[in-house]
């Protein structure tokens, strides 16, 4: 079964950082671009980028082109998603979520993680 | 852009519901996806390649459409698809998602 499993919820004061980890099983995790989706408190869906772990191939939204890296640690079947100087309004759930076919890029995200909540307050 | 109409759709059990999703500019099918989000969930792929639903999906849901405009009908609302849906599209490499409608059961 497929799953991914991020890392908690974070407190973060605005000008800060924060990575974000996303770590799925097996298959369902090298071969497949993995990205990165928020949505903020009552609003809709906002790609911000995505990566295909076996070949470390990096897709970004250009809104957060300089300010985002996606990453990925195959011996951890694991990816990354960093956020610099966080603003106030980048409070959102962010998830992770698995394309829905092998080497494939947003055909449809098929497997989401259960989602972080990063809040950012002075 | 994509653009999702109506904002909020009403409708009674078994009553067919039908959303739309309309792009600024034309969309491959390849690149055209429906999802379903319930309050406190995260999104449920339904349909994918505008018009392939995904693992476990029922088939009272289906998607239909092409270059600009698309479909995701659901034949006989249930309660339990109450919830927002939303389109998804992709360009040039930039993913793009509509600002969902949200439906109601009378």
């Known amino acids: 079964q497929v799953q991914l499993v991020q890392s908690g919820a974070e407190m973060k004061k605005p000008g800060s950082s924060v990575k974000v980890s996303c770590t799925g099983s097996?298959?369902?995790?090298?071969?497949?671009?993995i990205n990165w989706v928020r949505q903020a408190p009552g609003q809709g869906l906002e790609w911000m980028g995505g990566i295909l772990p076996i070949y470390a191939v990096v897709k970004d939204a250009q809104k957060f082109r300089g300010r985002v890296s996606i990453t990925t640690d195959e011996s951890t079947s694991t990816v990354y998603m960093e956020l610099r100087s966080l603003r106030p309004d980048d409070t959102a759930v962010y998830y992770c979520a698995r394309d829905v076919r092998r080497s494939t890029f947003a055909y449809g995200f098929d497997h989401w993680g259960q989602g972080t909540l990063i809040a950012v307050s002075a | 852009v994509l653009t999702q109409s109506p904002g909020t759709l009403s409708l009674s059990p078994g009553e067919r519901a039908t959303l739309s999703c309309r792009a600024s500019?034309?969309?491959?099918?390849?690149?055209l996806a429906w999802y379903q989000q319930k309050p406190g969930q995260a999104p449920r792929l339904l349909i994918y390649?505008?018009?392939n639903r995904a693992t476990g999906i029922p088939d009272r849901f289906s998607g239909s459409g092409s270059g600009t405009d698309f479909t995701l009908t659901i034949t006989r609302v249930e309660r339990e698809d109450v919830a927002v849906y939303f389109c998804q599209q992709c360009t040039s490499s930039q993913v793009t998602f509509g600002q969902g409608t949200k439906l109601q059961i009378k």
């Open positions: 390649g505008a018009s």
């Open positions: 500019q034309s969309v491959s099918t390849t690149y």
């Open positions: 097996g298959d369902a995790f090298s071969n497949y671009f």
